[in-house]
Each structure stands twice: as C-alpha cells, then as structure tokens.
C-alpha cells in the first residue's frame, strides 16, 4: 500500500503562484508514474498533470500547459506541482495520484492510489 499526503496548498490572489507538494510512502514510489488530479466543488475530478517513473516524460491538461510544471525526486519520494499565474477557475482540491504510466493518468485517470488533497483557493 502507498500512502500519498498533499500539503501547500492555500489562498492566494489571482497572478500568483503556489507550490504543491505530494509525499509517498509505504511503497516504491520510483516504480510508479505520479500525477495531479483537481475537483472544483460542483464539477468532475479533471487531469492536471503526469510523470514518468523518472521524470523525463510528462503530461499536462491544456488549461494549465506553460503555467504548472510537474517534478519529482524519486530520492525523497515526492512529486511537485509548480503553479504560477494562477486564475481563480484554478480553483479546486488538488490531490495526487500514483499508476501505472504517466500517460494512462492522462487518458483515462488510471491510478492505484491517491492522497485526501490540499485546498487552493484563487481569489479574483
């Protein structure tokens, strides 16, 4: 079993940016191929963005293509989400997930563990 903790998320003003922060633990979490996932309140969980098992290979949704950079140190066993210029329709809980291919994440949400999220709020 892996467990997956978010943290960093919080209130910030629009044109701002944030830092996302996934640890794992419990498993390999060099063998897995990690990603982000948001759910704004009243809509469905959408893709953000996915890793390969190491690192060179990545996905991300247009909506946040040249704005989120996804990154991961398989040393410390974490995964990142840089968020700049965030928008107030950025607005969700965020929660990280681990599968089996960066691209699976992408297409069809395919995962085998995810973590409870962290909230980040954008205000206009």
């Known amino acids: 079993q892996v467990q997956l903790v978010e943290s960093g998320g919080g209130l910030v003003q629009a044109g701002g940016s944030l830092r996302l922060s996934c640890a794992a633990s419990?498993?390999?979490?060099?063998?897995?191929?990690m990603g982000w996932f948001r759910q704004a309140p009243g809509k469905e969980r959408e893709f953000v963005a996915s890793i390969s098992t190491g690192g060179s290979v990545k996905y991300y949704a247009d909506s946040v293509k040249g704005r989120f950079t996804i990154s991961r140190d398989n040393a410390k066993n974490t995964v990142d989400l840089q968020m700049n210029s965030l928008q107030p329709e950025d607005t969700a809980i965020y929660s990280c997930?681990?599968?089996?291919?960066?691209?699976?994440?992408?297409?069809?949400?395919?995962?085998?563990?995810w973590g409870k999220g962290t909230l980040v709020t954008v205000s206009s």
């Open positions: 419990g498993g390999t979490f060099s063998s897995y191929a």
């Open positions: 997930a681990a599968g089996g291919s960066a691209r699976a994440l992408s297409t069809s949400g395919s995962m085998d563990y």
